[in-house]
């Protein structure tokens, strides 16, 4: 069981947002889907969530066609920037309707965690700031116990503090209760430790779709003279060379092997940086 998205294009006029995408979200794992702002991120989950349609391609939720069915979007959470809320809703009335959309949502949870994050849930959302609007999307959205929880860029308006019990209760919360968590956003080193697998979309595709831990094993940095380097890397996966000087440090993607000169360093390099080499450099 998983949402399986096959040949999916999405354009608005001329403009192609989404080209041929084919991607699997599998059960009970924690993604990251990474990529520079509009990139089509957002845009792929709004489709999934039969909230935008697609132009061709085709989305399945358990086997069954996501687009107009209710039974597969049952199973669905989406945790989006924009607020759907009427503005005249408090809080607490929002959790309590959640769960007429979602039978599993936890409502003690709910109103748990927003003790935790100091939410006041009697507040209507229009006395809420962007950080609480925030966080009232996200504890509905965690306490829903969806199959499929979608949180896009869970952390706008967010301090240091906050971010990092986000996070935590992301990780408590899936232990509890294991399902499809998609965490969308462009901050990739708060998130390297949370997620399992990775996604990054660049230039309308998926460009790489794997585990954390083997990608993380695979990324590394070789440095030496430019001469040295540019023999090294000759026939492995190279995402980038930059030069300084007479010196140069290359970022790969690819099993490791050592050099029989000695004079190139290796180094590991994290998530951080391996996004930024697949998908265009620092520019």
Known sequence: MSIKIADLTKKYGKNIVLKSISLEFQEETIYGLLG?????KSTLLNIISNRIFKNSGEVLVDGENAEENTKAQEKIFLMSETNLYPETMKCSEIIKWTKEFYPETDVA???????KFSLDTSKKISALSTGQRTIIKFIVAISSNA???F?????LGLDANHRALLYKTIIEEYAKNPRTIVISTHLIEEIATVIEKVV??????VVLAESTEDLLNKGYSAKGSISDIEEFVKHKNCLGIEKIGGFATAYLLDEKTESINENIEFSKINLQKLFIELTGGEG
Do not use: I, M, S
Request: hydrophobic share 40%; proline share 4%.
């Open 36 to 40: 520079r702002n509009g990139v089509g």
């Open 109 to 115: 949870l709910a109103f748990e965690l927003a003790k």
């Open 147 to 149: 199959k499929y929880t």
């Open 151 to 155: 949180l896009d860029e869970p952390v």
């Open 200 to 205: 990054v979309l660049h230039d309308c595709k």
